[in-house]
Nanobody, 126 residues
Framework: QAPLVESGGGSVQAGGSTRLSCDGS????????LGWFRQAPGKEREGVAA????????YYAESVEGRFTISRDSANNGILLQMDSLKPEDTATYYC???????????????????WGQGTQVTVSS
């Protein structure tokens, strides 16, 4: 199976912005969920945002609603995560993943996702 490759991130000041990209060039997505997740040291992996490849509906975790935006990237058949108004608590390794729909919609729960990228680090300093 083709890899999912994340890029972007790095070190950002609090209040700043950055954008993550997930390359999905090796896939022909049809009616699945593509999601962004994150994991901070010592914490469990948590969902951030998801997008349905069929109807492009988006779903967000409450902690990032209004600050982060997930979208499709037509350049590489992948997804983007625009991250604005960053906070130190957003510091984590961010992963993209492919998941299944449930009842025609996506969720940001890790159990719905079955294929993961290697992750990219985002560090927000205060």
């Amino acid at each position: 199976q083709a890899p999912l490759v994340e890029s972007g991130g790095g070190s950002v000041q609090a209040g700043g912005s950055t954008r993550l990209s997930c390359d999905g060039s090796g896939y022909n997505f049809g009616g699945v969920c593509l999601g962004w997740f994150r994991q901070a040291p010592g914490k469990e992996r948590e969902g951030v945002a998801a997008i349905h490849t069929g109807d492009s509906r988006t779903y967000y975790a409450e902690s990032v609603e209004g600050r982060f935006t997930i979208s499709r990237d037509s350049a590489n058949n992948g997804i983007l995560l625009q991250m604005d108004s960053l906070k130190p608590e957003d510091t984590a390794t961010y992963y993209c993943a492919i998941g299944r729909t449930v009842g025609g919609r996506c969720y940001t729960t890790t159990s719905q996702y079955y294929y993961w990228g290697q992750g990219t680090q985002v560090t927000v300093s205060s």
